[in-house]
């Protein structure tokens, strides 16, 4: 199944993007780049905060970010209610995120994670279902603070 996809990072995760960019579409999908769109020094939130919002308001089914260790990018995409952002760096881990977090957004970790990991990680995430039953019940009270 074809996606629209938003995908952005910063500059220590330009390159995978660069290459996950072109797996993507060579899988079929639609994507927006939110930039970086060099490798020079550059603030991660000017990138997660208008994929996020674009994802919140469901102008795309999934984001995909890229850093060096994910968690910036992840703790910047979290603060949006709508946005579930799970940090991984084995398959499974985001297929859990898929499957039982119903995660809408994937964090990869350019520093600790090999290209094909990487590759691995997004086409999972993106072929898995969430579960529903309990599973959907605690995702119900993520926003309910």
Known sequence: MAYKI??????????????LTKVLEADGH???D??????????????????SKAVAN????YG???CGSGNGVAITAN????????????PE????????????VLCIPSRFVSEEEAVEMMRVF????????RHQTRVNKITNC
């Open 30 to 32: 639609e994507l927006k």
């Open 64 to 66: 995909i970010l890229v």
């Open 93 to 104: 881990l985001a297929q859990l995120a898929r499957g039982h977090n119903n995660a809408n």
């Open 126 to 133: 993106l072929s898995t279902d969430f579960e529903g039953g």
């Open 34 to 51: 939110f930039g970086p769109y060099t490798g020079e020094s550059s603030d991660y939130p000017d990138f997660v905060h208008p994929l």
């Open 79 to 90: 603060k949006y209610p709508e946005i579930r952002a799970a940090l991984c760096w084995k």
């Open 58 to 61: 469901q102008e795309f089914d």
């Open 6 to 19: 938003a995908i952005g990072g910063d500059h220590a995760g330009f390159a995978y993007k660069g290459m």
